[in-house]
């Protein structure tokens, strides 16, 4: 159980496009998501924590305007970056928490995303 | 800035050897803390967790010691096994809050 998945796995897209990355608690149902970044031999950054129907917590230097969240249900919330450039090219990790413990917290598998 | 660090990036261990991979914490506040494993490309796996209110706990193979008094924080991994190779993180988490994530340390198995 506790099964996160992300949709998809990866994606190229041209610079200036928008990229809707889609994560999902397969199995429980997510009071919270959490949406983090990873630069290459980095640690993951993290972006932004999203409640179920309300507006996420962006963290300290994350554009809000560049990142939308949006966590419509307690199954699924999407990240979409938008007009995307080169550097935001990075591998995207959503993880979802069924209670208000950090201990219910799971991860996905990650989205590679590459901007060109 | 970050509030985990660690002190090697990289460890190399002879495999069947135990692996020490160690990390500092900053934030005196922080009451639960996390080993993940992250193999290349994927995203982090649960090792083990801890409590504040603990100094050790064992699971299958791995035990994490938590020294309060110098903010540290250690795992260790018995017998190492080639699928131990990966990039191992601790993470602290305050008051049931986000899980924040410290730099990472890439564990080699040497044949």
């Known amino acids: 159980g506790a099964v996160v998945s992300q949709h998809p796995s990866w994606v190229i897209c041209k610079s200036g496009t928008s990229v809707k990355i889609e994560c999902r608690s397969l199995?429980?149902?997510?009071?919270?998501m959490f949406w983090y970044r990873q630069f290459p031999k980095q640690s993951l950054m993290l972006m932004a924590t999203?409640?179920?129907?309300?507006?996420?917590?962006?963290e300290q230097g994350v554009e809000k305007d560049k990142f939308l969240i949006n966590h419509a249900s307690l199954t699924l919330s999407t990240l979409t970056v938008t007009s995307a450039h080169p550097e935001d090219s990075s591998f995207y990790i959503c993880?979802?928490?069924?209670?208000?413990?950090?201990?219910?917290?799971?991860f996905g598998p990650g989205t590679r995303l590459l901007v060109l | 800035g970050e509030s985990v660090g660690l002190h090697l990036p990289t460890l190399s261990v002879q495999e069947g050897d135990n692996s020490i991979i160690n990390c500092a914490y900053s934030?005196?506040?922080?009451?639960?803390f996390i080993w993940y494993k992250q193999e290349s490309g994927k995203g982090p796996q649960f090792i083990i967790d801890i409590r504040s209110n603990m100094d050790k706990r064992q699971g299958q193979r791995v035990t994490v010691l938590l020294n309060k008094t110098v903010k540290h924080l250690s795992l260790q991994i018995a017998a190492t096994q080639p699928g131990d190779s990966a990039v191992y993180f601790c993470a602290e988490n305050i008051r049931d809050d986000k899980i924040i994530f410290g730099k990472g340390t890439r564990l080699h198995i040497l044949p």
């Open positions: 993880s979802a928490r069924f209670e208000g413990r950090p201990e219910t917290q799971y």
């Open positions: 199995d429980f149902q997510a009071t919270t």
């Open positions: 999203s409640n179920e129907g309300s507006k996420a917590t962006y």
């Open positions: 934030n005196s506040a922080s009451d639960y």
